[in-house]
């Protein structure tokens, strides 16, 4: 998500979005308790209704097909955002604390005295408990940028100063990228802050982690690119460089980068653009600050060959192989379905229809096209309410409480998938059969009532899901027996909860 700064917008957008919403959070589920019994949501698929925007969190969140495992409010602290995971451990992001971001995300008042990335330890996930809290310079208000991996003798979290690192009064503060070792996971310990020379907007770690890809985006000009951070020695990391994109003839260009997910290999990097200064994004529109520009269509995902960086070579380049037009700019991930590499992706928010997954064959690298599409019924045009005073005055960028838009997208497996885990924000988490790419099914959701935002932790030995919402908190929930049974499923563990 990048925040709004277009000067002519920025007013509009502070002073309509300031919406807070009234009342408690969800109550502690007691260590062992687990609710199992489906809440259908009343209205159409997706739909938030009036009376559950009368508090923070409903008391009973809608659910279908799905058991609650265990959930931990975070302190009540409010202003939940993003998910990473190492082992039996979750990293929680936050928000500032005030703002149009927080605002438009439906919070509370933010406790900002436990901002940061707090730490969930979830060796018994019944009762996952918070159990650390990092405010470092980076991961204090990380926002989205943030990301872990977890391979044999290396653990490494990161967390960057989202935005900029602009925390409200402290405009000295710079985009800094804080280095963890994680190998204790509850005690991340802190190896080096290193200071970007511009603003990154999300990072992730490639497979081996010794590589941090950090994402630069100027949505509304298509000026941006990847940057590329060597973290072999975390206390010592070294920029290797930015890198836009490089064609067949060999020129380069700048392109406006979201996040971007990494091959097995690292040889392929699938990134997720809102525009480009290649002419080759966005046909239809010029790349500006409106509805469609920031829309469901817009932009498109790189195919990049990234051989050059993981072979050491000098001079090295991220050379276009293909580009998935539409396809989804925001949240790229990765998937095999039937045998086949597929991209499932999507745009970001916005107001009704909002945005939603779409899933990209590249079994052709060179020539990618969208296969599928998930839909809620409140994607669908003709079930949008009238334009209130939000998106009449953010011209439809911005969608009112209530609104459901995808944000991340994740897949319970990228080498075996079978299901999508997909947040629709103030829609709940929708969890998806992917099996046949052209005709996804919703199997199950779960709606605590605030915006469910996070990216999704799928435990597959055990068949838990994890992640977090704005209010509510983290989460861990599980597919119904009988359902993976119906799905045809693979068994999990039936020692429960503990790992």
């Known amino acids: 998500m990048q925040i709004l700064k277009t000067q002519s917008r920025r007013a509009v957008l502070t002073m309509t979005i300031s919406v807070v919403m009234l009342g408690g959070f969800l109550s502690e589920l007691a260590p062992g308790q687990a609710s199992s019994a489906d809440r259908l949501e009343p209205g159409l698929q997706g739909q938030t209704l009036p009376d559950d925007l009368k508090s923070d969190v409903m008391a009973q969140p809608y659910s279908k097909g799905v058991r609650v495992v265990g959930h931990t409010n975070i302190w009540n602290r409010g202003g939940n955002m993003n998910l990473a995971s190492i082992d039996s451990c979750a990293y929680v992001s936050s928000f500032p604390a005030s703002g149009p971001l927080t605002a438009m995300m439906g919070n509370k008042m933010v406790d900002?005295?436990?901002?940061?990335?707090?730490?969930?330890?979830?060796?018994?996930?019944?009762?996952?408990?918070?159990?650390?809290?990092?405010?470092?310079?980076?991961?204090?208000?990380?926002?989205?940028?943030?990301h872990a991996v977890s391979v044999p003798g290396r653990k490494v979290l990161v967390a960057g100063a989202y935005g900029g690192g602009q925390r409200p009064g402290h405009p000295e503060d710079a985009?800094?990228?804080?280095?963890?070792?994680?190998?204790?996971?509850?005690?991340?310990?802190?190896?080096?802050?290193?200071?970007?020379?511009?603003?990154?907007?999300?990072?992730?770690?490639?497979?081996?982690?010794?590589?941090?890809?950090?994402?630069?985006?100027?949505?509304?000009?298509?000026?941006?690119?990847?940057?590329?951070?060597?973290?072999?020695?975390?206390?010592?990391?070294?920029?290797?460089?930015?890198?836009?994109?490089?064609?067949?003839?060999?020129?380069?260009?700048?392109?406006?980068?979201?996040?971007?997910?990494?091959?097995?290999?690292?040889?392929?990097?699938y990134a997720g653009a809102i525009a480009s200064l290649g002419d080759d994004l966005n046909p239809e529109h010029a790349p500006r600050l409106s509805a469609e520009g920031l829309g469901p269509n817009a932009g498109g995902i790189y195919i990049l060959d990234n051989s050059d960086i993981v072979d050491g070579r000098p001079d090295p380049k991220m050379r276009l192989i293909g580009t998935a037009l539409h396809g989804g700019w925001h949240s790229p991930v990765q998937a095999h379905i039937g045998g086949k590499l597929y991209l499932v992706s999507a745009g970001e928010l916005g107001a009704c229809p909002g945005a939603w997954p779409k899933i990209i064959n590249i079994a052709d690298e060179k020539h990618p096209f969208i296969e599928g599409e998930f839909k809620l019924a409140m994607n669908q045009k003709e079930n949008c309410p009238a334009p209130g005073k939000i998106e009449l005055a953010s011209g439809g960028i911005v969608g009112g409480p209530g609104t459901a838009a995808s944000h991340f997208n994740d897949v319970d497996s990228a080498t075996d998938t079978r299901l999508g885990l997909f947040p629709f924000t103030w829609a709940g988490l929708r969890i998806v059969d992917l099996h046949d790419p052209k005709q996804p099914v919703e199997v199950g959701y779960f709606k605590p009532g605030d915006v469910c935002a996070s990216h999704v932790h799928y435990v597959p030995k055990i068949g838990q899901i994890w992640f977090a919402c704005a209010n509510s908190g983290f989460h861990v929930i599980e597919l119904k027996a009988e359902l993976r049974t119906a799905l045809g499923l693979p068994k999990v563990s039936s020692k429960g909860a503990r790992q």
């Open 112 to 146: 900002h005295t436990k901002d940061g990335v707090a730490v969930i330890d979830v060796s018994d996930s019944r009762d996952p408990k918070p159990v650390n809290l990092v405010r470092d310079q980076g991961s204090i208000y990380s926002v989205e940028t943030i």
């Open 175 to 269: 985009a800094w990228l804080d280095i963890y070792d994680a190998s204790d996971c509850k005690n991340p310990k802190l190896m080096d802050e290193y200071k970007w020379p511009e603003n990154v907007h999300m990072v992730t770690l490639s497979p081996n982690g010794q590589r941090v890809y950090g994402t630069v985006i100027s949505p509304f000009t298509g000026k941006g690119g990847l940057l590329v951070l060597d973290i072999a020695d975390m206390a010592h990391p070294k920029l290797i460089g930015k890198f836009g994109v490089t064609r067949a003839d060999g020129t380069s260009y700048e392109f406006a980068a979201h996040e971007v997910t990494i091959s097995p290999d690292e040889k392929r990097i």
